[in-house]
């Protein structure tokens, strides 16, 4: 029995992807037209499109090769991650599938984002969380010190901080994702939108379940810090700024210090629409 369930608190179903739907094939398909297309318009960056999408045959090969670029050290060499990081997108599927997810999320969601080669190449949120991914594998396997040194290096290279151990759905957003930091036990499901400096984190020295649980279709707005086993209901929204000590309900907007009950979320699915504006649904007769 988990600790939430011996502190009498049922939060039902947690809802992970394990193969999640999508086209992987198409998703790098559409990266490799647009990386011949940059690589005969910018001369500059014709290296760099070469060795990490052009001269490859897939999008886990590709994104192996780009985080050995990225976080390649003296204490691991690129030449020495590439066949890690490569073996293990190769041993399990789920996570390139979720790396697809998350690159369709983006172009999806962030009208910055031109293209999906772009997070690949580019997007600092997107390279952070597959760098968690690779380190949650690891974790799972009983590799801890090596998921940690993963974790460690996801830290000092993207600034953002997610224990191997929490669990992660697909179809993420990080937006920025400077200082975002996620405790051991924290849970977040699928299509999720964050912004930077957010927290999932506890309240002390407690041990057991102890981080937020963030249901799907979330949006949490920049510098939101969620404190404790709180759960952000499904399609729920949290103000830029807030603080959240207690469960949100699902499909309302939250704001403030500490957060307080704003209305009914705007959107059935915050995250995908968006819109950090506390905008909230008119009541029925009501002046809105």
Same mark, same amino acid.
């Given at each position: =029995? ?26 790098? +398909?559409?990266? $490799?037209?647009?990386?011949?297309? %940059? ?14 999408? /052009?001269?490859?045959?897939? /999008? ?11 976080? !390649?050290?003296?204490? =691991? ?6 066949? /890690? ?15 697809? $997810? ?17 997070? *690949?190449?580019?997007? +600092?949120?997107?390279?952070? %969380?597959?760098?968690?991914? @690779? ?12 998921? *940690?040194?993963?974790?460690?290096? !996801? ?6 901080? @997610?224990?191997?151990?929490?669990? %992660? ?12 930091? &996620? ?11 964050? /912004?930077?400096?957010?927290? *999932?984190?506890?309240?002390? +020295? ?5 981080? #937020? ?13 969620? *404190? ?15 603080? &959240? ?28 629409? =968006? ?5 909230? $649904?008119?009541? !029925?007769?009501? #002046?809105?």
């Amino acid at each position: =029995m988990d600790s939430d369930q011996q502190n009498g608190k049922d939060l039902g179903a947690v809802r992970i992807c394990r193969f999640p739907s999508v086209d992987v094939e198409a998703v790098w +398909k559409s990266i $490799r037209e647009r990386a011949s297309t %940059i690589h005969e318009e910018e001369h500059g960056l014709r290296v760099l499109i070469d060795d990490v999408i /052009l001269q490859r045959s897939s /999008l886990g090969e590709a994104a192996s090769v780009r985080l050995a670029r990225k976080l !390649a050290r003296e204490d =691991m060499t690129r030449e020495e991650l590439n066949p /890690l990081l490569s073996g293990i997108l190769a041993e399990d599927a789920s996570l390139v599938a979720s790396m697809a $997810r998350d690159i369709c999320a983006i172009v999806e969601r962030d009208p910055a984002c031109d293209s999906p080669l772009q997070p *690949l190449l580019f997007f +600092k949120g997107f390279l952070a %969380i597959s760098t968690y991914r @690779i380190s949650h594998h690891l974790w799972q396997r009983g590799r801890i010190e090596l998921a *940690l040194y993963f974790q460690s290096l !996801a830290s000092e290279v993207f600034a953002v901080d @997610i224990h191997p151990a929490a669990r %992660i759905g697909c179809g993420i957003l990080l937006d920025h994702a400077t200082s975002f930091v &996620v405790g051991e036990t924290a849970i977040v499901e699928d299509d999720v939108s964050i /912004l930077h400096e957010v927290t *999932l984190g506890g309240t002390g +020295k407690q041990s057991g379940d102890r981080h #937020p649980v963030v249901r799907s279709g979330v949006l949490l707005g920049a510098g939101a810090k969620v *404190l404790g086993r709180v759960e952000i209901g499904e399609g729920a929204k949290v103000g830029a700024g807030s603080v &959240v000590l207690t469960d949100v309900p699902s499909h309302s907007t939250v704001a403030g210090v500490p957060a307080q009950l704003v209305g009914e979320a705007a959107e059935d699915a915050p995250a995908l629409e =968006m819109d950090q504006r506390l905008l909230c $649904r008119k009541a !029925a007769g009501g #002046p809105g």
